[in-house]
Antibody, heavy 117, light 110 residues
Framework: QLQLQESGPGLVKPSETLSLTCTVS??????????WGWIRQPPGKGLEWIGS???????YYNPSLKSRVTISVDTSKNQFSLKLSSVTAADTAVYYC?????????WGQGTLVTVSS | SYVLTQPPSVSVAPGQTARITCGGN??????VHWYQQKPGQAPVLVVY???DRPSGIPERFSGSNSGNTATLTISRVEAGDEADYYC?????????????FGTGTKVTVL
């Protein structure tokens, strides 16, 4: 049974880079059956897809965030990572990682990242 | 970009049927997926590919999709169904690779 867990700092200063890692257990991140994605949810608001990566390294980003986002995969650690640069208060959100095909399932529990000085 | 529009809220009495719509341009040509999110929890997939249910999701949850509207139907609503619900599509048209979520609907059980 696939499980995902996000990890990383809960507080990031404005203009700095947000970095999160998602650890996958119960399956291989190298599986050709899945993409691996990041989704965020600002407090009290809806869901926003950030980007996804295939085990081969092919990446796909939300055009609205593309200039600031980098997603990478480490198959040796069964992990994939998110970097979001030049953050502002508007990037404060719960960040989720999830496996995906056309849909997202399962999801990690999510981690709250606050952007504040 | 592709936009999915949901009603902000739906209220329903226990035992009745809740219908949550998701509007999008020619959404009937796409596969629609639905998520349930309870407060403080991660979203959970309840319907995929318009009308299929993942293992463990009650038969009370069903979906349909045609024209410009997809619908999630919750039959015999229970208090535990109170949650936010989001629709989602994968838009791979015109050299795009884009996941789009709906605006979300809060279901209140009266």
């Amino acid at each position: 049974q696939l499980q995902l867990q996000e990890s990383g700092p809960g507080l990031v200063k404005p203009s700095e880079t947000l970095s999160l890692t998602c650890t996958v257990s119960g399956g291989s991140i190298s599986s050709s059956s899945y993409y691996w994605g990041w989704i965020r949810q600002p407090p009290g608001k809806g869901l926003e897809w950030i980007g996804s990566i295939y085990y081969s390294g092919s990446t796909y980003y939300n055009p609205s965030l593309k200039s600031r986002v980098t997603i990478s995969v480490d198959t040796s650690k069964n992990q994939f990572s998110l970097k979001l640069s030049s953050v502002t208060a508007a990037d404060t959100a719960v960040y989720y990682c999830a496996s995906s095909y056309n849909w997202f399932d399962p999801w990690g529990q999510g981690t709250l990242v606050t952007v504040s000085s | 970009s592709y936009v999915l529009t949901q009603p902000p809220s739906v209220s329903v009495a226990p035992g009745q049927t809740a219908r949550i719509t998701c509007g999008g341009n020619n959404i009937g040509s796409k596969s629609v997926h639905w998520y349930q999110q309870k407060p403080g929890q991660a979203p959970v997939l309840v319907v995929y590919d318009d009308s299929d249910r993942p293992s463990g999701i009650p038969e009370r949850f069903s979906g349909s999709n045609s024209g410009n509207t997809a619908t999630l139907t919750i039959s015999r609503v229970e208090a535990g169904d109170e949650a936010d619900y989001y629709c989602q599509v994968w838009d791979s048209s015109s050299d795009l690779f884009l996941y789009v979520f709906g605006t979300g609907t809060k279901v209140t059980v009266l």
